[in-house]
DNA sequence: GCCAACGTTGGC
DNA sequence: GCCAACGTTGGC
């Protein structure tokens, strides 16, 4: 059994929010055409991983929300279906280019976790999540950084 | 294999 | 809407 890891996933609330994971409960994390955040689901995701959910591009940038990932990897149809925006023509079910996980709902933050908080945290200084250009959809955090982030929560606005 | 052009991301 | 940063593409 490997040890539990931890992650941030963003996604933009206007077409997937928290509350939408909430609504369905667990959902495909389809739609990831970059090829490092692919290894990570593909590779180092095992389910039960702690998962924060980022709302980016809206008004309000930050965690919104924990998740787990609920699946081992496996190939995202979205690839194969000539309707989706998703659609890679060159990816085959013999040789899929890209894979997902299911993402399961745990809880919904009871107000937005701000990216500017996060930026203050002198342990986030060395995550990736704050880092200039950072542009990644699927980012590892450390143990510390998810433990730092989540004690943002206990504080008043 | 290099690198310029282009498209996308995402905070502000 | 602006702009910086980054990944991908494609000509050579």
Redesign the pocket.
Known sequence: MARKRYWLM?T?PDTFSIDDLARVGSEPWNGV????ARNYMRDDMHPGDGVLI?????PQ?GVAGVAKVASAAYPDPTQFDRRSDYYDQASTPQQPRWYLVDIAWERTLEQVI???DI?ALPALADSPLV???????ILPLAAAHWRAILALEAKPA
Do not use: T
Request: hydrophobic share 15%.
């Open positions: 963003k933009e055409r970059n090829y490092q980022y709302h980016s591009s809206c940038p701000g990216l500017a930026k880092a200039r250009g950072n542009r990644l959809s």
